[in-house]
């Protein structure tokens, strides 16, 4: 899975929520300053060449879904984020952010219950 530039995943994000959508409702709900729909367009028709974005037609316009689960996006960047970052350790990207003061001593004790509960 090829990874996405921060335009591309800005615009996934929004596919991933719209749901089924037109590069005008894309557009539409982006911040301004909005870029030119030329630049959405061409943006969406990377996703679809890199497989994350399916395209329909309806009636004249043109259909983008995701072709991809944000959720399997999350995983594999997160997953390469860690390999290429902290040598593939998840422990090792926590201790860092608790040292970093970015997580606080009860953000770890959630992180545990959550580990606790997703075992059962």
Do not use: H
Not at 10 to 32: F, H, S, Y
Not at 81 to 109: C, G, H, I, T, W
């Amino acid at each position: 899975m090829e990874r996405l530039t921060a335009q591309e995943e800005e615009i996934m994000q929004l596919v991933w929520t719209l749901g089924p959508c037109t590069v005008r409702e894309i557009v539409d709900r982006m911040a301004r300053p909005k870029p030119p729909y030329t630049t959405v367009a061409s943006v969406v028709g990377n996703l679809k060449g890199k497989g994350y974005v399916a395209q329909s037609r309806k009636g004249n316009t043109y259909l983008y879904s995701p072709a991809i689960a944000e959720n399997e996006y999350k995983s594999k960047f997160m997953s390469g984020f860690v390999r290429d970052y902290f040598r593939n350790s998840f422990k090792e990207m926590v201790s860092f952010f608790a040292k970093d003061e970015k997580l606080s001593p009860q953000d770890l004790q959630d992180i545990i219950t959550e580990i606790e509960k997703g075992g059962k």
